[in-house]
């Protein structure tokens, strides 16, 4: 079975501080994902990167930067959190050719 | 990109059959048509996917309108596991930017016992 895992299910940090969130994939995905979630906006695309180096701005990337140095990790950075960045955040992985995405379980953020 | 509209909730009692509707009148010959699900406190997971034949998996059944202009999800027999919110989503089948999955607001299945 395909696995992506994400370092933390929750994760509390105070405004101003640097946060990394990690996510592994064990399938050898050429693509990765990294997504934030929240109530009546449904799932929205940070960054996304189709292989290892290479990244590309998702609908809301201000705020946030990626790091892709391995093929199977795929960083999400937050350089100085912000309270407007609590939310659920997503990673995923899907093979080079587009195919089906796989889905971390989340890591639910709280900046205060 | 192409847009979808869902009904926001949908309510089934267990053991029944569920048909979750999904319209997606300007879709294009090169979208396909993709279902996810979000079971609470998790992240999304693939249910399933067609182009224009009706498919049918271990999971669900899909069918897909002649004019593509809709499909509809069907679990054949609802389970409480299957409540959850369902997104269809009409996806390309490219590497890159271009095969991204964009989620709408889905709908919310509620089953009860």
């Known amino acids: 079975d395909v696995k992506v895992t994400q370092s933390s299910r929750y994760l509390v940090k105070r405004t101003g501080e640097k946060v990394f969130l990690e996510c592994v994939q064990d399938?050898?995905?050429?693509?990765m994902f990294w997504y934030r979630q929240d109530p009546g906006l449904g799932l929205r695309l940070i960054y996304f990167?189709?292989?290892?180096?290479?990244?590309e701005k998702g609908d809301i990337p201000e705020g946030y930067s990626v790091s892709r140095e391995k093929k199977e990790r795929f960083s999400l950075i937050l350089e100085s959190a912000s309270t407007n960045q609590t939310s659920m955040y997503l990673c995923a992985s899907s093979p080079g050719t587009g195919g089906k995405q796989y889905f971390g379980p989340g890591t639910r953020l709280t900046v205060t | 990109d192409a847009k979808t509209t869902q009904p926001n909730s949908m309510e089934s009692n267990e053991e029944e059959p569920v048909h979750l509707p999904c319209n997606h009148s300007?879709?294009?010959?090169?979208?396909?048509i993709h279902w996810y699900r979000q079971l609470p406190s998790q992240g999304p997971e693939y249910v399933i996917h067609g182009l224009t034949s009706n498919v049918n998996n271990r999971m669900a059944s899909l069918a897909i309108a002649e004019d593509r202009k809709s499909s509809t999800l069907i679990l054949h027999r609802a389970t409480l596991r299957d409540a959850a919110v369902y997104y269809c989503i009409l996806k390309k089948n490219y590497g890159g930017s271009q095969g991204n999955l964009i989620f709408g607001k889905g709908t919310k299945l509620s089953v009860k016992p």
């Open positions: 399938m050898d995905h050429e693509n």
């Open positions: 990167s189709y292989d290892v180096k290479m990244k």
């Open positions: 300007t879709i294009s010959g090169t979208d396909y």
